[in-house]
């Protein structure tokens, strides 16, 4: 049974993220420089423009470049990016079908440990470690996906009752929560560099 999630806001959208990992990992790919509701609801835009109910690797890796940034241009467009996201995409896909022909659920159905499944989410093209840790922690939290260690390899993300990502992201009462904590952190960190610019380096000490 798949798991409800509400990362979208839109039924639709959310039903196929629900049922389809290639889309969750494609969501958590666009999720970036977008409001979260419209990166996780990309994945079914871009189904639906290409005739399908859900995403094939094999199939989008196999596009041809122009005609897919086309696609993803289209309006309403499905990133703010749509041309250097869809080259993404495509190597997203690529990576998938040459390491795990394909299937995406096989990045975590096999994963022993949290570390060892954090170690693959990395290698895929497009996830740093913070975005890998978030997805780690959105594996464990909404799709039962917990190998052992999951939370400590999710790091602060894989906390319970926090609302860091869109791991924690169950309706738009958390969603709210969510954007609020990222609006903090944005305003922490600007407050930071404002705090810090114009002091003078610090003298490197002499060799010893």
Same mark, same amino acid.
């Given at each position: 049974?798949?798991?409800?999630?509400?990362?979208? $806001?839109?039924?639709?959208?959310? +039903?196929?993220?629900?049922? &389809?990992?290639? !889309?969750?990992?494609?969501?958590?790919?666009?999720?970036? $420089?977008?409001?979260?509701?419209?990166?996780?609801?990309?994945?079914?835009?871009?189904?639906? *423009?290409?005739?399908?109910?859900?995403?094939? %690797?094999?199939?989008?890796?196999? $596009? =041809?470049?122009?005609?897919?940034? !086309?696609?993803?241009? +289209?309006?309403?467009?499905?990133? *703010?990016?749509? @041309? &250097?996201?869809?080259?993404?995409?495509?190597?997203?896909?690529?990576?998938?079908? =040459?390491?795990?022909?394909?299937?995406?659920?096989?990045?975590?159905? =096999?994963?022993?440990?949290? *570390?060892?499944?954090?170690?693959?989410?990395?290698?895929?093209? @497009?996830?740093?470690?913070?975005? #890998?840790?978030?997805?780690?922690?959105?594996?464990?939290?909404?799709?039962?996906?917990?190998? $052992?260690?999951?939370? +400590?390899?999710? @790091?602060?993300?894989? +906390?319970?009752?926090?609302? *860091?990502?869109?791991?924690?992201?169950?309706?738009?009462?958390?969603?709210?929560?969510?954007?609020?904590?990222?609006?903090?952190?944005?305003?922490?960190?600007?407050? #930071?560099?404002? %705090?810090?610019? @114009?002091?003078?380096?610090?003298? =490197?000490?002499?060799?010893?």
């Amino acid at each position: 049974m798949s798991p409800a999630i509400h990362l979208a $806001q839109q039924p639709e959208a959310d +039903e196929l993220l629900g049922r &389809s990992p290639l !889309a969750a990992l494609v969501g958590m790919l666009l999720d970036q $420089q977008v409001p979260m509701e419209w990166a996780f609801s990309g994945p079914y835009t871009i189904a639906t *423009r290409m005739g399908h109910e859900d995403l094939d %690797a094999h199939e989008i890796a196999a $596009q =041809d470049p122009e005609a897919f940034a !086309a696609l993803l241009s +289209e309006k309403p467009a499905v990133h *703010r990016y749509p @041309g &250097s996201m869809a080259k993404r995409i495509q190597q997203l896909c690529r990576f998938l079908v =040459d390491e795990y022909g394909g299937d995406a659920e096989a990045v975590w159905r =096999d994963a022993a440990t949290g *570390r060892e499944l954090l170690a693959r989410l990395e290698a895929l093209p @497009g996830f740093g470690k913070q975005k #890998a840790q978030i997805f780690l922690a959105l594996l464990g939290k909404q799709y039962a996906v917990r190998p $052992q260690g999951w939370q +400590e390899a999710a @790091g602060a993300y894989g +906390e319970q009752n926090c609302y *860091r990502s869109a791991a924690d992201i169950t309706g738009p009462e958390s969603l709210a929560k969510v954007r609020a904590h990222k609006q903090e952190m944005k305003a922490a960190a600007k407050a #930071a560099k404002a %705090a810090t610019a @114009g002091k003078p380096a610090k003298a =490197d000490k002499a060799d010893k």
